[in-house]
């Protein structure tokens, strides 16, 4: 199975910029997508950024141009820089991989537990 643990959530002011973390582990033979997705309460789980293992990113229209997804060198990593911060950015922000796992050879998807970032007016 694979595990993904997030940080960099918390709280700051509108305008402020925080960055995610995402990690991955476990019995990993490869990762394909990863990426971030957030939930605000009463609305529906949306993508907010995802990259895949080689090649471009993409964002959803309400981030881009303010946050930057990005991944480490070994592919099992994946960065969410979020600047310009809105009070409609808050959210739980969820990451996301798609992975193979070396025991089964099987691909799933698989989500971390969340990140609560709330931005402030």
């Known amino acids: 199975q694979v595990q993904l643990v997030e940080s960099g959530g918390g709280l700051v002011q509108a305008g402020g910029s925080l960055r995610l973390s995402c990690a991955a582990s476990?019995?990993?033979?490869?990762?394909?997508?990863m990426g971030w997705y957030r939930q605000a309460p009463g609305k529906q789980r949306e993508l907010v950024a995802i990259?895949?293992?080689?090649?471009?990113?993409n964002y959803a229209d309400a981030v881009k141009g303010r946050f930057t997804i990005s991944r480490d060198n070994a592919k099992t990593t994946v960065y969410l820089q979020m600047n310009s911060l809105k009070p409609e950015d808050t959210a739980v922000y969820y990451c996301?991989?798609?992975?193979?796992?070396?025991?089964?050879?099987?691909?799933?998807?698989?989500w971390g537990r969340g990140t609560q970032v709330t931005v402030s007016s």
């Open positions: 990259v895949p293992s080689g090649g471009s990113p």
């Open positions: 476990g019995s990993i033979l490869n990762v394909g997508n």
């Open positions: 996301y991989a798609r992975s193979r796992v070396t025991t089964t050879l099987i691909t799933s998807d698989y």
